[in-house]
Nanobody, 119 residues
Framework: QVQLVESGGGLVQPGGSLRLSCATS????????VGWFRQAPGKEREFVAH????????RYADSVKGRFTISRDDVKNTVYLQMNSLKPEDTAVYYC????????????WGQGTQVTVSS
C-alpha cells in the first residue's frame, strides 16, 4: 500500500524559509515520480515541482524557479521541498503526490500541510 505523509509546514515571515518533507512507503514500481502541489484558498490546485526517483530529474513551476528546490533521500524514502525567499502568495496547503512513471495522472496523495507566509 502506497502512503505519502507530509510534514514541515507552518507560519513564516516573508523572505523566510521552510523545508517540507514527504515520507513515502509502498512504492514497488521500477520508477516513479513524486511531485509537490499546492492549493490556496479559492484557487485551483497547482503544480509546484516534481522529481523522478531514478535519475533524480526535476521540474519546477515558473513561479517557484530559483526559490524552491526539490530533492530526495533514497535511504529514508523521503522527498523534500526546500522553500526559500517565501512570499505571501506562496501561502497554501501543500500536497505531495506520487505515481508510476507510466501513468499520466498522479494516483497517490498525502493529506497536505499548511504553509502560511505572513508578517
Amino acid at each position: 500500500q502506497v502512503q505519502l505523509v507530509e510534514s514541515g509546514g507552518g507560519l513564516v515571515q516573508p523572505g523566510g524559509s521552510l523545508r517540507l518533507s514527504c515520507a513515502t512507503s509502498g512504492f514497488i514500481f521500477d520508477d516513479y515520480r513524486v511531485g509537490w502541489f499546492r492549493q490556496a484558498p479559492g484557487k485551483e490546485r497547482e503544480f509546484v515541482a516534481h522529481i523522478t526517483w531514478n535519475g533524480g530529474f526535476t521540474r519546477y513551476a515558473d513561479s517557484v524557479k530559483g526559490r524552491f528546490t526539490i530533492s530526495r533521500d533514497d535511504v529514508k524514502n523521503t522527498v523534500y521541498l526546500q522553500m526559500n525567499s517565501l512570499k505571501p502568495e506562496d501561502t497554501a496547503v501543500y500536497y505531495c503526490a506520487g505515481k508510476p512513471i507510466s501513468l499520466p495522472q498522479y494516483r497517490y496523495w498525502g493529506q497536505g500541510t499548511q504553509v502560511t507566509v505572513s508578517s
